[in-house]
């Protein structure tokens, strides 16, 4: 039997570290209250559509920017100084240099590292970490080039060391494969994880929830942060009730603890459980994800815990009659739906996720901001400030995101990546950035390792996209019926009664 030829893998494009947003972001919230008051549109709403407007324009005009994309045949520089470098991988050249810092002769030079195709067309770059921007050093063509700021400076390193044959580039002793090499596929420093088998993924049930919630508390007290618990508590307890404040708490940490149990049940390590004041609640790993099914069951955990606990004021309303039952079950109903948002970091922005980028990740980009889109526009509409804070949260997570994806696609272009081990990555990023035994060095291996794993993230199958998508909708149809319904129990008053 033949098989079928590999899909090619995607290009991945190194651009320049993105420019602050603060400044773009202030100057475009006060142009848009400026408009807004000639006019005489409310002010607030004004300046937050001009402080999108920048962000989208700073946004367009750094991805359009100077960049380098590299293909498996070799690697081409678009947009700004320095664009028309293109050559295939064995006619690039590779060097070293130090550049100066203007008006700083006291400074240390900063090390870099420049690429040249046959017509002597260069490009340099390095890893500045935010430090400032160096002078231009000169091209193999005599031409002055920009040192651009490359977070994935050892990335485009390694392509060049495997893909062009520069191994002379390392020392004698790291030009050879590991000591201990990870296995096929697997991340710099760390290996994967099994994957769990096609339809081996745990069965969510409401009644296997409820069995479980009374014999997981103590463990599940052990992962909270009580601190943080407290002072939640107190916060809301001041500004509305002490009942208020109850019910909140206890809903985000079942909430919660169901992501947590559904991670632990998939392999991924907890860090713990975290309480934020006026933000609810996160629970937080020291992992990635390994699949998209992974991921959406993880997501989907969440809502289905919490929904499964709202049945319980809701049975004792049942049984009662007394509304503030029915307002409890509402409340909690309520902010399960409100997770449901398909926005990101809510957990339907990641159900969205995880079923978009089974497709592609452009589909999974595209649907990522227009659920951020639909954001503003609700926040918009109806002043929602709540939602304005996750949109912006969403939109941090969006821009570390594509980060990721483009070091993720830099990794699946390594034809050899068992060669490359963390001793092989702390030495490339040293030679064109912070010296060996930064303090930063750490995080940036553990960014490597995260980055391995999501970018080789197995897909969903069409079956799988159906189950998870009719799953997610149905869950979202019956917190809706379940909010419409308990708010007429308690005469219109809803989860509103909670604040009284």
Do not use: C
């Amino acid at each position: 039997m033949s098989r079928a030829a590999p899909t090619a893998a995607e290009p991945a494009v190194f651009r320049a570290a993105p420019p602050p947003f603060a400044l773009a972001l202030l100057a475009g919230a006060a142009g848009g209250a400026l408009v807004g008051w000639l006019a005489q549109v409310p002010p607030l709403a004004a300046a937050a559509m001009g402080a999108a407007a920048a962000a989208i324009a700073v946004g367009i005009r750094h991805a359009s920017g100077h960049r380098l994309v590299a293909t498996e045949q070799g690697v081409a520089v678009k947009g700004g100084e320095g664009a028309g470098l293109e050559a295939r991988w064995q006619e690039l050249r590779l060097g070293f240099g130090e550049a100066r810092w203007p008006d700083q002769p006291a400074r240390p030079p900063q090390r870099y590292a420049i690429l040249a195709d046959p017509r002597g067309r260069s490009f340099a770059f390095a890893d500045l970490s935010g430090a400032g921007t160096p002078e231009p050093v000169p091209g193999l063509d005599g031409s002055p080039v920009p040192v651009l700021d490359l977070r994935d400076a050892p990335l485009l390193l390694a392509l060049v060391v495997e893909r062009a044959g520069a191994w002379h580039v390392l020392p004698t002793e790291l030009q050879a494969p590991p000591a201990s090499e990870p296995a096929p596929g697997a991340g710099p420093g760390e290996g994967h994880a099994p994957r769990p088998r096609a339809g081996s993924t745990p069965r969510v049930g409401l009644l296997g929830v409820l069995a479980k919630l009374g014999g997981a508390l103590a463990k599940a007290l052990k992962t909270a942060n009580i601190g943080w618990a407290v002072a939640s508590f107190a916060a809301y307890g001041f500004l509305f009730t002490w009942r208020f404040a109850t019910a909140l708490l206890l809903q985000l940490f079942v909430h919660e603890y169901g992501h947590v149990h559904a991670m632990r049940r998939t392999g991924m390590k907890v860090r713990g459980m975290y309480f934020i004041p006026f933000l609810g609640a996160v629970a937080v790993t020291e992992d990635a994800f390994t699949s998209r099914r992974q991921q959406a069951y993880v997501a989907l955990n969440g809502p289905i815990w919490g929904s499964a606990f709202a049945l319980v004021p809701a049975a004792l309303y049942l049984l009662t009659r007394d509304p503030e039952y029915a307002s409890v079950a509402s409340w909690w109903a309520l902010l399960n739906l409100f997770n449901l948002l398909p926005i990101l970091p809510l957990d339907g922005g990641r159900i969205l996720q995880a079923l978009a980028y089974s497709f592609s990740s452009t589909l999974g980009v595209a649907l990522t901001v227009l659920g951020l889109a639909g954001a503003v526009a609700l926040a918009v509409r109806f002043g929602y400030g709540l939602v304005w804070l996750v949109a912006l949260l969403g939109l941090a997570e969006l821009l570390s995101e594509s980060q990721a994806r483009a070091g993720g696609r830099a990794l699946r272009l390594l034809p050899e990546p068992a060669r490359l081990g963390p001793d092989q990555y702390r030495y490339l990023r040293a030679v064109a950035g912070p010296p060996l035994g930064s303090p930063s060095e750490d995080h940036y291996l553990r960014y490597l390792a995260r980055v391995e794993k999501t970018s080789r993230a197995a897909p969903l199958s069409a079956r799988e996209m159906v189950g998870w998508g009719a799953a997610y909708a149905g869950l979202a149809l019956l917190l809706l019926a379940a909010v419409h319904f308990l708010t007429l129990a308690t005469g219109g008053a809803g989860p509103a009664q909670l604040l009284r």
